[in-house]
């Protein structure tokens, strides 16, 4: 098995790495890579045309920063490892299952479903799930620590959607797989998915004002997660947890919007004596922490 493992780390690994390499020299419509470059760019002029804060620099505080965090989580960090630890926890997962005598966890095949079908409960089952998962990383004080990475942004923008520590990576994914993995869906059916949830994520942390109308109880937005970075909030854990639908957060009573939070103070308390101002120490706080 110990030969089985090392052929899987190595063969995701390279996976990961030629993936990347392809995604630079083949632009196109259904690359990730160009995907988050273009998106990027898109909800930055927004910023700059109609800035929410006028008096924010278009090259906010912590801005490179946010942008080497984009591609760190969404490129490098596979490379690095996460694809092959994530490839041998899979391989495991189903090596235990066959062992208690079950070959086949997916319960509900989707795979032949029509995309008009199998996309919306892609969507929000895992938006579901992730919400959750958002309240346990306020909740459990160890996951905390980790996401205290992101709540350090002290100025909103698009960028800020992808600060985060690496661990959260695995978090997210270790509650979403088993879920996802029941009702049969690949890694094929999240492109689509993916680039939808990466918009919205942009949006809900650029500095930017459009109104939503009614959609504002469906979709996340500026006006709404400003309040679940800001410092002074009611409640121990937070509010607005919402990562794409701002909808659960209606449903489970954690919205809220008490007035234009445009000038709030955001961050967490303490966290100018305690929070590395560099990448390298932000990404080893959580652990001497």
Same mark, same amino acid.
């Given at each position: 098995m110990l030969s089985r493992i090392t052929d899987i780390a190595i063969s995701e690994t390279t996976r990961a790495a030629t993936q990347f390499w392809h995604s630079v020299w083949q632009p196109g419509w259904q690359n990730y890579l160009y995907v988050l470059v273009g998106l990027s760019l898109f909800f930055w002029l927004l910023e700059i045309l109609i800035p929410w804060r006028r008096n924010q620099s278009i090259f906010r505080k912590d801005f490179w920063l946010d942008g080497f965090y984009m591609f760190f989580n969404l490129f490098? &960090? !596979? @490379?690095l490892g996460f694809a092959a630890a994530a490839a041998i926890v899979e391989f495991l997962f189903l090596k235990l299952s066959g062992v208690v005598g079950v070959s086949d966890l997916t319960l509900f095949d989707l795979s032949d479903a029509s995309p008009w079908i199998l996309f919306p409960v892609l969507f929000i089952l895992r938006d579901f799930i992730q919400w959750n998962v958002h309240v346990l990383l306020h909740r459990i004080p160890v996951l905390? $620590? &980790? %996401?205290?990475? %992101? %709540?350090?942004? $002290?100025?909103m923008g698009f960028a800020a959607h992808l600060r985060y520590h690496w661990m959260e990576n695995i978090v997210y994914r270790m509650f979403e797989y088993i879920p996802l993995h029941i009702i049969g869906f690949g890694a094929t059916d999240f492109f689509y998915v993916y680039a939808f949830t990466l918009a919205i994520g942009h949006f809900n942390h650029s500095n930017i004002k459009i109104p939503l109308g009614p959609l504002k109880y469906i979709l996340n937005n500026p006006q709404m997660h400003i309040w679940h970075h800001a410092r002074e909030l009611p409640g121990k854990y937070g509010v607005n947890f919402g990562i794409t639908l701002s909808v659960w957060d209606y449903i489970f009573r954690t919205a809220y @919007? !008490? %007035?234009n939070g445009r000038d709030i103070s955001i961050g967490y308390d303490g966290m100018e004596l305690e929070m590395p101002s560099g990448f390298g120490g932000q990404l080893i706080f959580p652990f001497y922490k």
């Open positions: 490098i &960090f !596979p @490379i905390w $620590e &980790f %996401h205290k990475v %992101h %709540h350090s942004v $002290e100025q @919007i !008490p %007035h």
